[in-house]
């Protein structure tokens, strides 16, 4: 009880400020997601400027797609499926079939796509950096003779023995 009236108060609060500074708020935009595995009061109703907040099982802020369980899963899913048409126009469109010129523009247009913001949601499981290199790896068998893109480092290998060896010795740590 004591996180939902300090949620209450943080919302009132929050409120309170932007009243005198004469900020508006987009009570339409404004939402509220309840994170974590907490189990006190699910059907909490929270109110911002007299009108009830949505309660929502998923939310974008800032282009990330954030989940109730932060597993980031619907983001991802996102972001291949954007990455997968990107890199398939650039196949289409490209009427050069320089593989330096693709991969140029791969690297150029598709990469910062599956890359914007992954320190906070970077993949955790197996499967979701598969997704995230199928990207790349569907791409790189769309070249002409080219099955493995030089230059271009996959997530799953993206640590050699000598920079995990490199990283121990850095921070100290212990095998």
């Given at each position: 009880m004591l996180i939902l009236t300090n949620s209450k108060m943080g919302i009132?609060?929050?409120?309170?400020?932007?009243?005198?500074?004469?900020?508006?708020?987009?009570?339409?935009?404004?939402?509220?997601?309840?994170?974590?595995?907490?189990?006190?009061?699910?059907?909490?109703?929270?109110?911002?400027?007299?009108?009830?907040?949505?309660?929502?099982?998923?939310?974008?802020?800032?282009?990330?797609?954030?989940?109730?369980?932060?597993?980031?899963?619907?983001?991802?899913?996102?972001?291949?499926?954007?990455?997968?048409?990107?890199?398939?126009?650039?196949?289409?469109?490209?009427?050069?079939?320089?593989?330096?010129?693709?991969?140029?523009?791969?690297?150029?247009?598709?990469?910062?796509l599956v890359e914007y913001c992954s320190q906070v949601w970077s993949p955790c499981t197996i499967g979701q950096i598969k997704r995230l290199e199928s990207v790349q790896t569907v791409f790189t068998k769309k070249l002409p003779g080219m099955f493995q893109m030089n230059g271009i480092k996959p997530l799953l290998r993206l640590y050699t023995k000598k920079d995990l060896v490199r990283i121990v010795l850095i921070t100290g740590l212990s095998l």
């Open positions: 009132d609060r929050s409120s309170a400020w932007t009243d005198t500074r004469q900020l508006t708020l987009a009570v339409e935009k404004t939402m509220h997601l309840r994170v974590g595995l907490c189990k006190s009061s699910p059907d909490a109703q929270y109110y911002l400027n007299g009108s009830t907040l949505r309660t929502v099982d998923e939310v974008r802020d800032l282009g990330i797609f954030v989940d109730a369980n932060m597993s980031f899963k619907a983001h991802i899913n996102v972001i291949v499926a954007k990455a997968h048409l990107r890199a398939n126009r650039i196949i289409c469109c490209f009427l050069s079939r320089d593989i330096e010129s693709l991969t140029r523009a791969f690297v150029t247009y598709v990469r910062p």
